[in-house]
């Protein structure tokens, strides 16, 4: 039985795959400068006897894994391969060498995940009809997107793919478990820059100034009634500022301030008249004020969306390969992802893999210096996103 050959080859590399995912989260590296990752997963893949593409948006890598009947049917598994700048505190044998950089999101366990995915598929090709495309993807952590990237360099074409899916780590589930949500997951992403401009000078006569300061509260105040008065108390959506500067002094009033945030959306139409509503508010409230706002909004990810049909096959196919007692129900989030890209473009799913052991110390979430995961998971993650590629192949 083909289920049966997966977790048995699965469980047969995992001491393989633990070993390349120390070796990634020692050699971290940032988004789009990815050489040395990608010169792994490449020679990787080829020493499984395939034939990967190189250099696809820079550092990415993407390998077509054909099985019998190759061209009826095509589906595409993503793996992300960066990291983050981030000084990791975890005191382990594998800890980061390359200084301030980090596998702060478990970008590590995605692409030997998907390299144990590679080795197994390729070993299994007489055995499936269709073909697997796997995606080596850089830049997830970083504005534009490696995911668009590659989409725009041709990733969804020849052959286009019927689906994709993406594996996540989750620190908040417990290993050996693994969640699954339909429909909206994660939100959009667009960074809010505001340069509140006025005329500086002594605190103690401000009727000779325009306090840029005071304009700036009062802007960052009112934009909050975007949120409260104008989304729909139904439409989860975010708008933080997480950083002001004010480079003034007790008696000094400066020109200007500087203000950064985050609007987050799990509606594209409501980004849109979000984002138009922020700036037309700020611009107007400072001129009102006798002030100056210039706006700069940096677009970032779209919403991620979970297709139901799809999301739903590859659950009944984890259900088969770990125990349906281990999978669970996952909440949406206001956080964002670059995979979104593809769910904009073919159906795509988007799961997590849990790796949190509360009796080994184990609970960091993702994006802290101290993230670490159970590497029990990495004996399932493998066969796991081989099994529902393989599952999905043989829906009609």
Known sequence: MLLSRIKSLSEKIS?????????FHAHPELSYKEFNTAKTVVEKLKSFGLSPVEGVAG?????LIEGLN??????ALRADMDALPILEANEVEYKSQNQGVMHACGHDVHTSSLLGTAKILSELKNE??????LIFQPGEEKNPGGASVMINEGVLEDPKPSGIIGQHVMPLVPVGKVGFREGMYMASSDEIYLRVIGKGG???????????????????IALQQIISRNASPKQPTVLTFGKISAEGATNVIPNEVNIAGTFRALNENWREEGLQKIKKMAEGMAESMG???????SRGYPYLEN???????????AEEYVGKENVVDIDLTLGSEDFAYYSQKIPASFYRLGTRNDAKGITSYVHTP???????ALRISSGLMAWMAVKELMEK
């Open 15 to 23: 001491t393989d795959v633990i070993l390349w995912r120390r070796h």
């Open 128 to 133: 499936f009809e269709g073909s697997v495309k």
């Open 307 to 317: 297709n139901s049909e799809l999301t739903r096959r590859i659950r009944l196919a």
């Open 70 to 75: 190759s061209k009826m049917k095509t589906i």
């Open 291 to 297: 002030g100056k706002c210039e706006v700069q909004i």
């Open 370 to 376: 101290t993230f670490d995961i159970d590497e029990d």
């Open 202 to 220: 002594h605190g103690a006569a401000p009727e000779l100034t325009v306090d840029p300061v005071v304009i700036a509260s009062h802007i960052i």
């Open 59 to 63: 550092t990415g890598v993407v390998v």
